[in-house]
């Protein structure tokens, strides 16, 4: 049985890390796609938590955007600190930054 990241409506959990790593390259949703072998629209629904990528996939996203295939499925504190920090820096120091993993 394939491993299948949890999946969660909105930008969180894998779909939050694809989408923070992707930011980090400076990649748009093609960029990442090309990369990968799929479509813009195929990163996009991975972001959104509307589907989930294939094994085969998930490998080539996770060396595309130089992290692990675990850290894309299950997370890392301290990149999630560093992307936290990330945006509370774009929407200002006292801004509260909400986390729903």
Same mark, same amino acid.
């Given at each position: 049985?394939?491993? =299948?990241? =949890?999946? $969660?409506?909105?930008?969180?959990?894998?779909?939050?890390?694809?989408?923070? @790593?992707?930011?980090?390259?400076?990649? $748009?949703?093609?960029?990442?796609? =090309? %990369?990968?072998?799929?479509?813009?629209?195929?990163?996009?629904?991975?972001? +959104?938590?509307? $589907?989930?990528? =294939?094994?085969?996939? &998930? @490998?080539?996203?996770? %060396?595309?955007?130089?992290?692990?295939?675990?850290? &894309?499925? %299950?997370?890392? %504190?301290?990149? +999630?600190?560093?992307? @936290?920090?990330?945006?509370?820096?774009?929407?200002?120091?006292?801004?509260?930054?909400?986390?729903? $993993?």
């Amino acid at each position: 049985m394939p491993i =299948r990241p =949890r999946l $969660t409506k909105g930008r969180e959990g894998f779909g939050k890390r694809v989408a923070w @790593a992707r930011s980090q390259k400076g990649w $748009t949703l093609a960029d990442l796609g =090309r %990369e990968v072998g799929v479509s813009g629209t195929c990163v996009w629904n991975w972001e +959104e938590g509307n $589907t989930h990528p =294939r094994p085969g996939s &998930l @490998a080539r996203l996770a %060396e595309a955007l130089d992290v692990s295939s675990e850290h &894309l499925l %299950e997370g890392d %504190e301290m990149v +999630e600190a560093a992307a @936290a920090n990330d945006d509370r820096s774009s929407r200002g120091p006292d801004a509260p930054v909400h986390w729903r $993993t």
